[in-house]
Every structure is written in structure tokens, then in C-alpha cells.
Nanobody, 122 residues
Framework: VQLQASGGGLVQAGASLRLTCAAS??????YGWFRQAPGKEREFVAA????????YYTDSVKGRFTISRHNAKNTLYLEMNSLKPEDTAVYYC??????????????????WGQGTLVTVSS
């Protein structure tokens, strides 16, 4: 199983970006996006889990980011709007079979992409 993330870049505050994560191999219960800013721990951003009841977001991105998955293409997306400088980080896609209570926990995901850098300037 491989995950390949792409779509990062340098944008100004208020701009939009769409991250893409192409998956190959088996399918999983949940697909998520995490991010890691310099000097900080990896944090949950969003997850898509149809069998868990839908999509989940961290509070700081609610209303601005949208996670979606194209099942036929086995591809995960993260549409990011109204980007802020504090969104600057390396973004990772991940896949796994977490229980609902662990859907935001990085350790619940077994497969990770290589990361794509998003830089938002003020």
C-alpha cells in the first residue's frame, strides 16, 4: 500500500489550495490528513470515514477545509480555503482502521504518505 501526497505550495493568506493523496493497494476504514509545523508535533486536520459516520475536522479548520474521497480513483483530497499563516506545515495523508474514538490520533493510522509542504505568507 502506498500513499502519494501532492498539491502543496507557497500562497498568500486568504488563498486556496487543494491537496491530493493518491492511494494504491488495499482500502482502509479511514483516510486522514495530518500536519506538522516546524518544532511542533504532528496534529490531526481532517478524516473521512464513511463507516464512522462521515467527515471529521479539527476546530481550527472547520468551515475552511473540506476533505473528500473519490472511491473509484482511490484518491483523497483536502480543499483548503481562506488559508492563514498558521496553516503553514507539512501535510501528510494517512490511512488506517481506527475506531471512532481514535480517529484523530496519528498512531491509529498505519500507512502514511511522504508529506507535502504548504506555506502561507502573511
Amino acid at each position: 500500500v502506498q500513499l502519494q501526497a501532492s498539491g502543496g505550495g507557497l500562497v498568500q493568506a486568504g488563498a486556496s489550495l487543494r491537496l491530493t493523496c493518491a492511494a494504491s493497494g488495499r482500502t482502509f476504514r479511514s483516510y486522514g490528513w495530518f500536519r506538522q509545523a516546524p518544532g511542533k508535533e504532528r496534529e490531526f486536520v481532517a478524516a473521512a470515514c464513511a463507516s464512522c459516520g462521515g467527515n471529521y475536522y479539527t476546530d481550527s479548520v472547520k468551515g475552511r477545509f473540506t476533505i473528500s474521497r473519490h472511491n473509484a480513483k482511490n484518491t483523497l483530497y483536502l480543499e483548503m480555503n481562506s488559508l492563514k499563516p498558521e496553516d503553514t506545515a507539512v501535510y501528510y495523508c494517512a490511512a488506517g482502521n481506527p475506531i471512532l474514538s481514535s480517529i484523530r490520533a496519528p498512531e491509529a493510522y498505519t500507512t502514511w504518505g511522504q508529506g507535502t509542504l504548504v506555506t502561507v505568507s502573511s
